[in-house]
């Protein structure tokens, strides 16, 4: 960041310096300083003025700070690993950390940059845990690992850390040009750093957003004590033809028996499925549950249609809803989801493919922000100050041997291979991870800056990483279960580096736009980085137990990708017939310009109630928006009524997480809930419903103030 600076000519020219006060509100504080300014007429372009100057001294890095921060990382990371294991998305932290951290530190009378501080650290683990839940679950669905538990925190650990320290160290070196650059327009870097100025708004925000992770913790909790319904099973008969179906025209034409039955799932009544579709709004909640209609209105009920009568019979005695129903679930798990692996394959290649020139633009600008990088001076203004070039590549350095020495371990685990292929394959690795890491988190902040870390497509370059190092490990010969961790082990890295990459220099365009010190703000994110990769193993590790990763419970569709590609390249065991199927299925959405085919075959890979809740949620959204529009308010009464809901359904978000998460280590340590019989009736879930949506609709309206009110800045998630 280039500073402003002060400057007045000496000896010839005497310039009338005069003494000015300037004034700095946020959140109720009136922050004075004095300023030495000049009548003189600069000989250059006045430059970027932040909005705490960087002569202006102001606690910053303080412990309350980054205490706040490191407990929001774990909070909010761990809130995202629940969401992202179950819907397959995670929800951008910026927000609700701006405000949290907001709303706490003025208790305190806190500066605006320790409120900076504060959200910088309290947001980074949230890409920590998208890195996290993309891959980590993969060694379990990949068959390395039998379970997620204690004897592989560590390895857990040690991947999600390296890769966070490696992406917050290639961000450090391209900082300063990518900040300054004028067409990364950062919209949700500029929406944070808007909230901070503006933060006499924050008590009331952070009121819609603490009741709200009350109410939705609440009604999750109730629905799983059975006080009413979570979901509902419907069955559905698919009549058999008398004659059977008659292939061809011909009386000797060979006959098919058909018949059976299906399952029709009713929303979950669930406050984080209806808060995630409310966020992405109408378009792309329809899209997902799309694919979940595809799936389930289609695909389960045609194949059951054919199988049915070639199944084995039903038991004598045995239930014919829970037969049926296991029926459905197995052609769904077994034939369906490949399918739409092979559609989230296509579908993360399209959007790699419409990315293209920004992609081809990050590359480029990744080598000649490194050099910039390095050819630039010492920074001698406090709000152009980063960690020291030196430490930066002493940390890379340090980096890429602690990973020669995990993959080694990964590789070597497999005992298939002689030693010189796991150095060669650790090495290689290694070299891969480095390499891709540093390019892909240039392309990660490039996107971010471009569009906003909320539509940073992490997945899809993790998915180019994974094919990349599995093709290198078939060349080297390097096969089998250490080829497999391997892989894996370079995708988890590079997927949490990249994640972290694009959330990192999304604040740190919010602190150049506030005027926060760049060195302090990585040095807070090497702590919250630590601190998410250390915790976040026992959120994965709950639900694991609890639930198991695959299951429809917790689906981890991203993580079943990675490890059916894995298995499949490196492995030699995919299921390669119905993965083409999905392929050419994600081809066909191109074609009929389908607008995120990924999104479509996410759809497919969700159990239909994730699905339904979260068009659900779009459609409050939508019917929100419409009565807001109806009523007659002015563009700021419009902003408010959109950042009302916003904090609602974050607020409902991660009160159902955090509370999902007790109930998954109560489940987990082979304790049973309450049961209520009050559940059983057909219409209680109905009532749970009508209350979420009740709430979702009349919280944000019910916000929009007065006419006269000045518009505050929108929260872009």
Known sequence: MQAVRYTCKAASTHANVRRRKVHYHSQGRNDEVSLMSTQTIPTSPKKYQPYVPQHMEMREFTFRAVFLGMLMTGILGAANAYLGLKAGMTIAATYPAAVIGMSVLRLMKGSLLEENIARTVGAIGESVAA????????????????????????????????????????????????????????????????????????????????????????????????????????????????????????????????????????????????????????????????????????????????????????????????????????????????????????????????????????????????????????????????????????????????????????????HNLTSNKVIAGAVVAAAVMVVLGFFFAAVSGNLVGMIGSSNNPVSGLTLCTLLVAALLMVALGVSGIGGVAAVLGVAAVVCVSSAVAGEMLQDLKAGHILGGTPSKMEVGDIFGTLVASLVLFFPLMILDKAYHFGSAALPAPQAGLMAMLAQGIVGGNMAWPLVVVGILLGFSMILIEVKSPMLFSVGMYLPLETTFAIFLGGVIRWFTDKLRDRRGYNDAQKARVDNAGVLTASGLIAGEALCGLVIAAVVGSNHALWHIGMGDAWFSGLIGMALLIFVMIRVPLANAGSPDEPAPPTAIM
């Open 131 to 414: 890195g996290a839940v993309f891959t980590i679950p993969a060694f379990v669905l990949a068959g390395l690992w039998p379970s997620l538990g204690m004897g592989r925190y560590w390895q857990s650990v040690a991947l999600m850390g390296i890769g966070g320290l490696l992406g917050i160290l290639f961000v450090t070196l391209l900082r300063r040009v990518m900040v300054e650059d004028p067409e990364l327009p950062f919209p949700e870097s500029v929406a944070a750093s808007e909230i901070h100025k503006a933060g006499q708004q924050g008590s009331k925000a952070a009121k819609i957003l603490f009741a709200n992770m009350g109410f939705g913790a609440l009604m999750y909790f109730v629905s799983q004590i059975n006080v009413y319904w979570y979901t509902r099973n419907l069955l559905v008969n698919i009549p058999k033809m008398p004659a059977g179906l008659r292939l061809g025209r011909s009386t000797s034409s060979p006959v098919l028996a058909t018949g059976g039955m299906s399952t029709f799932t009713s929303p979950a009544v669930s406050p984080a499925y209806l808060g995630v579709g409310y966020i992405i709004g109408p378009r792309l909640a329809s899209l997902n549950f799309a694919g979940g209609v595809l799936a389930w209105g289609l695909l389960v009920p045609l194949l059951i249609y054919f199988l049915g009568p070639n199944l084995p019979a039903q038991a004598p005695g045995t239930d014919s809803a829970a037969y049926w129903s296991g029926v459905a679930f197995s052609v769904w798990f077994s034939i369906v989801r490949p399918i739409a692996v092979g559609g989230m394959l296509v579908g993360a290649g399209f959007t790699l493919f419409r990315m293209r020139a920004q992609l081809l633009a990050g590359m480029k600008r990744a080598v000649s922000d490194l050099k910039k990088s390095t050819e630039a001076h010492q920074a001698i203004d406090r709000t152009d100050r980063d960690l020291s070039a030196k430490a930066v590549f002493l940390g890379v350095g340090l980096v890429f041997l602690a990973m020669i020495g995990l993959y080694y371990f990964f590789i070597a685990g497999g």
